[in-house]
Nanobody, 124 residues
Framework: QVQLVESGGGLVQAGGSLRVSCVSS????????MGWFRQAPGKEREFVAG????????YYKDSVKGRFTVSRDNAKNMVYLQMNSLQPEDTAVYFC?????????????????WGKGTLVTVSS
């Protein structure tokens, strides 16, 4: 069983930056593709970013490309999402998730394990 715990959320002004982190329990972290998702108030959860097991391949939702960067540290069982140039529409609960499927399925949210999320609020 994999447990994921997010941290680093908070309140930031538009144009600012924030880094959210996720720590995973268990010895098999490096075997999972990791993803970041978000759910804004009144909206469905959506894919934000994904990173391959070794961290070489990354992919993003179009609206965050060039502003967000996903990375991981397998030695620390950590995955990060650096968010720059934040906008009010980025306000959401951000979740990390672990999976063993394809990029297409990951973009659809077909993950095996989920954290409980951390709230990011961007004020205008």
């Amino acid at each position: 069983q994999v447990q994921l715990v997010e941290s680093g959320g908070g309140l930031v002004q538009a144009g600012g930056s924030l880094r959210v982190s996720c720590v995973s329990s268990g010895p098999t972290f490096s075997s999972y593709v990791m993803g970041w998702f978000r759910q804004a108030p009144g909206k469905e959860r959506e894919f934000v970013a994904g990173i391959s097991t070794g961290g070489v391949n990354t992919y993003y939702k179009d609206s965050v490309k060039g502003r967000f960067t996903v990375s991981r540290d397998n030695a620390k069982n950590m995955v990060y999402l650096q968010m720059n140039s934040l906008q009010p529409e980025d306000t959401a609960v951000y979740f990390c998730a672990a999976g063993t499927t394809t990029q297409r399925m990951i973009r659809l949210g077909r993950m095996d394990y989920w954290g409980k999320g951390t709230l990011v609020t961007v004020s205008s």
